[in-house]
T-cell receptor, first 115, second 113 residues
Framework: EPEVTQTPSHQVTQMGQEVILRCVPISNHLYFYWYRQILGQKVEFLVSFYNNEISEKSEIFDDQFSVERPDGSNFTLKIRSTKLEDSAMYFC?????????????FGNGTRLTVT | AQSVTQLGSHVSVSEGALVLLRCNYSSSVPPYLFWYVQYPNQGLQLLLKYTTGATLVKGINGFEAEFKKSETSFHLTKPSAHMSDAAEYFCAVSAAGFQKLVFGTGTRLLVSP
């Protein structure tokens, strides 16, 4: 079964550094999402992306965050200047357009640790 | 706006016992409801979903959930727990298929021999 692939599985970075988290969604999917889960807390929506633009974003997704689909396969989340509180598990998800009720497919996540 | 409340951050059961994980939702429009499971160091895997139609939905690994509009609930059940069911379970709601999922805080299921 096709999978959403995320790399790296674990990223350690120093405060103030830029990080790029990478995702390869399922190939025929058209809707893309980033979620994050701070340790011990709920999974939170960050941003959704469709037709090469952001369709919705949460208040968490401030100017430090950006998303891009640089080619036909990758979907990236960039954090420009990381803060300690950005430490979390970041999940990418994708969804097909075939049916309204088809579910989101999640990747295994990237654990970001900001020191 | 949508929201989900999961009662109980931890639920402990014995192997073979009934599993009941509670989820109540709030939605201003007819909801789409989901249960996801997260095993340690893994991503979120869909267990089951309710969108329209039959209110009792069956998912993978013997789990099922019933949508009760009058109670705004979507509780997850399994008749007999296995050790392999130990994981974190998340209930989620969306307003429609393409809109964002709003997750509950999760319930960790512990299964003892």
């Amino acid at each position: 079964e096709p999978e959403v692939t995320q790399t790296p599985s674990h990223q350690v970075t120093q405060m103030g550094q830029e990080v790029i988290l990478r995702c390869v969604p399922i190939s025929n999917h058209l809707y893309f999402y980033w979620y994050r889960q701070i340790l011990g807390q709920k999974v939170e929506f960050l941003v959704s992306f469709y037709n090469n633009e952001i369709s919705e974003k949460s208040e968490i997704f401030d100017d430090q965050f950006s998303v891009e689909r640089p080619d036909g396969s990758n979907f990236t989340l960039k954090i420009r200047s990381t803060k300690l509180e950005d430490s979390a598990m970041y999940f990418c998800a994708s969804k097909s357009r075939d049916k309204d009720n088809s579910p989101l497919h999640f990747g295994n996540g990237t654990r970001l640790t900001v020191t | 706006a949508q929201s989900v409340t999961q009662l109980g951050s931890h639920v402990s059961v014995s192997e073979g016992a009934l599993v009941l994980l509670r989820c109540n939702y709030s939605s201003s429009v007819p909801p789409y409801l989901f249960w996801y499971v997260q095993y340690p160091n893994q991503g979120l895997q869909l267990l089951l979903k309710y969108t329209t139609g039959a209110t009792l939905v069956k998912g993978i690994n013997g789990f099922e959930a019933e949508f009760k509009k009058s109670e705004t609930s979507f509780h997850l059940t399994k008749p007999s727990a296995h050790m392999s069911d130990a994981a974190e379970y998340f209930c989620a709601v969306s307003a429609a298929g393409f809109q964002k999922l709003v997750f509950g805080t999760g319930t960790r299921l512990l299964v003892s021999p």
